[in-house]
Protein backbone atom coordinates (compact mmCIF):
# COMPACT_ATOMS: atom_id res chain seq x y z
CA UNK A 1 0.00 0.00 0.00
CA UNK A 2 2.59 2.01 0.77
CA UNK A 3 4.40 1.99 -2.58
CA UNK A 4 0.98 2.26 -3.54
CA UNK A 5 0.10 5.75 -2.52
CA UNK A 6 4.02 6.75 -2.73
CA UNK A 7 4.08 5.30 -6.59
CA UNK A 8 0.58 7.31 -7.09
CA UNK A 9 1.62 10.55 -5.51
CA UNK A 10 5.09 10.86 -7.43
CA UNK A 11 2.94 10.17 -10.85
CA UNK A 12 0.34 12.79 -9.54
CA UNK A 13 3.40 15.15 -8.64
CA UNK A 14 4.91 14.88 -12.06
CA UNK A 15 1.87 15.14 -13.77
CA UNK A 16 0.86 18.03 -12.01
CA UNK A 17 4.40 19.59 -11.46
CA UNK A 18 4.38 23.40 -11.68
CA UNK A 19 6.68 26.01 -10.30
CA UNK A 20 5.72 27.92 -7.21
CA UNK A 21 4.87 31.62 -7.08
CA UNK A 22 7.56 34.14 -7.29
CA UNK A 23 7.10 34.71 -3.41
CA UNK A 24 7.69 30.94 -2.85
CA UNK A 25 4.19 30.32 -1.31
CA UNK A 26 1.41 28.91 -3.64
CA UNK A 27 -1.86 31.10 -4.33
CA UNK A 28 -4.32 29.04 -3.75
CA UNK A 29 -4.20 25.18 -2.82
CA UNK A 30 -5.34 23.50 -6.07
CA UNK A 31 -7.37 20.02 -6.03
CA UNK A 32 -4.31 17.92 -6.09
CA UNK A 33 -2.58 19.68 -3.46
CA UNK A 34 -5.95 18.68 -1.68
CA UNK A 35 -5.71 15.34 -2.07
CA UNK A 36 -2.26 14.92 -1.44
CA UNK A 37 -3.17 16.43 1.76
CA UNK A 38 -5.83 14.28 2.59
CA UNK A 39 -3.84 11.42 1.95
CA UNK A 40 -1.24 12.24 4.75
CA UNK A 41 -3.60 13.07 7.06
CA UNK A 42 -4.97 9.47 6.51
CA UNK A 43 -1.57 8.00 6.75
CA UNK A 44 -1.19 9.96 10.40
CA UNK A 45 -4.65 8.68 11.17
CA UNK A 46 -3.73 5.36 10.28
CA UNK A 47 -0.46 5.29 12.68
CA UNK A 48 -2.87 6.96 15.08
CA UNK A 49 -4.74 3.46 15.16
CA UNK A 50 -1.77 1.15 14.63
CA UNK A 51 -0.74 2.91 18.23
CA UNK A 52 -3.38 2.37 19.78
CA UNK A 53 -4.42 6.33 20.66
CA UNK A 54 -7.69 5.89 18.24
CA UNK A 55 -9.73 3.33 17.70
CA UNK A 56 -11.02 1.52 14.51
CA UNK A 57 -14.26 3.32 14.53
CA UNK A 58 -12.61 6.13 15.81
CA UNK A 59 -10.57 6.65 12.71
CA UNK A 60 -12.88 5.86 10.20
CA UNK A 61 -14.95 8.58 11.69
CA UNK A 62 -11.76 11.15 10.74
CA UNK A 63 -11.91 9.34 7.18
CA UNK A 64 -15.08 10.10 6.55
CA UNK A 65 -14.53 13.72 7.65
CA UNK A 66 -12.01 14.01 5.61
CA UNK A 67 -14.01 12.00 2.56
CA UNK A 68 -15.99 15.61 3.20
CA UNK A 69 -13.73 17.75 2.58
CA UNK A 70 -13.08 19.37 -1.00
CA UNK A 71 -13.16 17.68 -3.60
CA UNK A 72 -15.65 15.71 -1.88
CA UNK A 73 -15.77 11.70 -2.65
CA UNK A 74 -18.24 9.90 -4.24
CA UNK A 75 -19.76 8.06 -0.57
CA UNK A 76 -22.97 7.12 -2.41
CA UNK A 77 -20.95 4.66 -4.33
CA UNK A 78 -21.62 0.79 -3.67
CA UNK A 79 -18.56 -0.69 -1.07
CA UNK A 80 -17.40 -3.56 -2.34
CA UNK A 81 -13.69 -5.05 -1.33
CA UNK A 82 -12.31 -8.45 -0.28
CA UNK A 83 -9.47 -7.75 2.13
CA UNK A 84 -10.34 -9.63 4.93
CA UNK A 85 -13.93 -9.58 5.10
CA UNK A 86 -16.10 -12.76 5.75
CA UNK A 87 -17.57 -14.06 2.79
CA UNK A 88 -21.43 -13.17 3.49
CA UNK A 89 -20.30 -9.60 3.79
CA UNK A 90 -18.53 -9.63 0.21
CA UNK A 91 -21.78 -10.64 -0.74
CA UNK A 92 -23.59 -8.07 0.11
CA UNK A 93 -21.13 -5.23 -0.20
CA UNK A 94 -19.91 -3.14 3.15
CA UNK A 95 -22.20 -0.60 5.11
CA UNK A 96 -20.78 2.77 4.56
CA UNK A 97 -19.24 2.30 7.95
CA UNK A 98 -17.76 -0.56 7.89
CA UNK A 99 -16.27 0.26 4.18
CA UNK A 100 -14.52 3.37 6.19
CA UNK A 101 -13.41 0.80 9.02
CA UNK A 102 -11.42 -1.43 6.06
CA UNK A 103 -9.97 1.75 4.60
CA UNK A 104 -8.69 2.74 7.75
CA UNK A 105 -7.08 -0.77 8.66
CA UNK A 106 -5.88 -1.06 4.85
CA UNK A 107 -3.70 1.75 5.69
CA UNK A 108 -2.30 0.14 8.74
CA UNK A 109 -2.16 -2.59 6.73
CA UNK A 110 0.14 -1.05 4.44
CA UNK A 111 2.70 0.15 7.21
CA UNK A 112 5.96 -1.89 7.41
CA UNK A 113 6.07 -1.75 11.16
CA UNK A 114 2.83 -2.92 11.78
CA UNK A 115 2.91 -6.31 13.48
CA UNK A 116 1.61 -9.34 12.30
CA UNK A 117 -0.32 -9.33 15.81
CA UNK A 118 -1.25 -5.88 15.93
CA UNK A 119 -2.94 -6.42 12.30
CA UNK A 120 -4.74 -9.81 13.35
CA UNK A 121 -5.91 -7.76 16.28
CA UNK A 122 -7.25 -5.84 14.22
CA UNK A 123 -9.06 -7.75 11.26
CA UNK A 124 -10.66 -9.64 14.39
CA UNK A 125 -11.87 -6.84 15.52
CA UNK A 126 -13.01 -6.00 12.28
CA UNK A 127 -14.30 -9.08 11.54
CA UNK A 128 -16.77 -8.99 14.72
CA UNK A 129 -17.47 -5.12 13.48
CA UNK A 130 -18.96 -5.96 10.24
CA UNK A 131 -20.71 -9.54 11.16
CA UNK A 132 -23.25 -7.60 14.50
CA UNK A 133 -26.29 -7.82 13.25
CA UNK A 134 -27.46 -4.12 13.76
CA UNK A 135 -25.59 -1.32 12.20
CA UNK A 136 -22.73 0.56 14.44
CA UNK A 137 -22.12 4.38 14.00
CA UNK A 138 -19.09 6.61 14.17
CA UNK A 139 -18.26 8.82 16.89
CA UNK A 140 -18.76 12.48 16.07
CA UNK A 141 -15.70 14.13 15.38
CA UNK A 142 -14.08 16.80 16.63
CA UNK A 143 -13.85 19.18 13.79
CA UNK A 144 -11.13 21.86 15.22
CA UNK A 145 -8.71 18.82 15.57
CA UNK A 146 -9.76 17.48 11.85
CA UNK A 147 -9.25 20.91 10.65
CA UNK A 148 -5.85 21.26 12.33
CA UNK A 149 -4.31 17.98 10.86
CA UNK A 150 -5.89 18.90 7.36
CA UNK A 151 -3.61 21.95 7.57
CA UNK A 152 -1.16 20.37 8.93
CA UNK A 153 -0.88 17.87 5.84
CA UNK A 154 -1.09 20.72 3.27
CA UNK A 155 1.75 22.44 4.87
CA UNK A 156 3.65 19.29 5.04
CA UNK A 157 2.84 18.64 1.26
CA UNK A 158 4.09 22.17 0.21
CA UNK A 159 7.69 21.78 1.88
CA UNK A 160 7.73 18.57 -0.04
CA UNK A 161 6.77 20.03 -3.30
CA UNK A 162 7.88 23.85 -3.21
CA UNK A 163 11.19 23.17 -1.11
CA UNK A 164 12.17 20.00 -3.32
CA UNK A 165 12.53 18.18 0.21
CA UNK A 166 13.43 14.92 -1.42
CA UNK A 167 11.97 12.50 1.88
CA UNK A 168 8.11 12.66 2.00
CA UNK A 169 7.47 14.56 5.93
CA UNK A 170 5.41 12.73 8.23
CA UNK A 171 2.36 14.56 9.94
CA UNK A 172 2.47 15.00 13.89
CA UNK A 173 -1.46 14.21 15.28
CA UNK A 174 -0.71 12.87 18.77
CA UNK A 175 -1.35 15.95 20.28
CA UNK A 176 -5.02 16.00 18.82
CA UNK A 177 -8.39 14.33 20.02
CA UNK A 178 -10.39 14.07 16.79
CA UNK A 179 -13.40 12.04 18.33
CA UNK A 180 -16.03 13.16 21.07
CA UNK A 181 -15.42 10.31 23.37
CA UNK A 182 -17.81 9.40 26.43
CA UNK A 183 -16.89 10.18 29.73
CA UNK A 184 -14.54 6.88 31.09
CA UNK A 185 -13.48 6.23 27.97
Known amino acids: MILFVSSAAAFAW ?16 SEFERVAARMMAREAIA ?10 QEGAAVF ?4 HQPPVLNSEAPHRCTFGIPDAIDDRGL ?9 VLT ?24 ETPCRFSLPNVVESDCVELLERSR ?5 CR ?18 VRAKGM
Not at 14 to 29: H, L, N
Open 47 to 56: WEVLEGRLSL
Open 155 to 159: EAWLV
Open 95 to 103: SGESYLCHS
Open 14 to 29: VAFKDKAPSGGQPEAT
Open 162 to 179: YAGNPRRPTVSAHDLRFV
Open 107 to 130: YVCSFENATPARISEMKSAFRRTC
Open 64 to 67: DWLN
